[in-house]
DNA sequence: TCACAAAGTGTAATGGTTACGATTTAATGA
DNA sequence: TCATTAAATCGTAACCATTACACTTTGTGA
């Protein structure tokens, strides 16, 4: 699965046109082996373990870019900015549970705009909706999750 | 109208305990005044022209107290974060339209967790759900909108 | 292999937000 | 009314995430 996915985010690199460095590889290698929330910061340091001179250019650079070719998802939490690898088995519209405590994701086939007729005069051109709690696992593990900050 | 939200408002700061300093007797105002989102850097903007030495320090804190006291919402855009007047008629749970044009919000009495159950394994906390797009008057308007920075 | 545009590096700047000791002031009650 | 005092403000600096940019390196296609 990992594979895969990470396969298909260079695929689509390549399809954009990019070069793929060896810092772009890695990126990709971070999202695809650690499947959960990863800051700018958090990529950063685990790269510049590697690449010695990293910098943070390179990071943002990449980020904003995947995100922007639909390899990568950003969620805008409370203590800031997180990417993910975008769902792979969802390629067409949906939204997430996100779990506060381990921030896991669960993609969400359904999506409020199908219910919801707008006024006759609004043009709506976006939206956003996300559901926050805590997964199974998350809720039998008994330790306090009432601390959590909460995410936007 | 004003009038009346402005009492509310500071009802509610009484009522908490809060201090009616003459700088939140302005934030107050402004939001009042100018029923329409505002950064903390206009709300800082505004009140310098008035308070000579006034700190950042005061607005930040009075802003996110308002917000704490559900006097203020906070809005997550693209380009950064901004505040504006608690919607007044609609104490209860509801969500928004935001024109992208005009920054115009429109209350929307339509929840999508009434018409949506999560898996039974999952203990929901929060949820986010916001509409963009343009509303009748701006859309109207045939300035190119097309331009226009989406918000998060 | 070569040429060159894309990408990365190193560093500084920017912008929003928070922190904090010193000072001022709103609210309380005698 | 006025003294008290905790809350709020001020002035300034620090913090943090992000962006900018001139220069260097490197992936890619001919």
Known sequence: MEE????RMIDTMIRYGLRMT???RTIVRLFTEAPGFLSAKEVYLEMVAT???LSFDTVYRNLNVLEKLGVLELFRFED???FKASCSNHSHHHHHFICLACNGVYP???CPMRH???PDHF?????IFEIYGYCGSCRNNKTDQSRHTLPA
């Open 116 to 118: 919801l007729k707008a």
């Open 22 to 24: 060896e810092q772009r």
């Open 108 to 110: 969400l086939d359904y």
């Open 4 to 7: 895969s996915s990470a396969k």
């Open 80 to 82: 800031g900015n997180k």
């Open 123 to 127: 043009k709506v051109t976006k939206h």
């Open 51 to 53: 690449y010695k001179g």
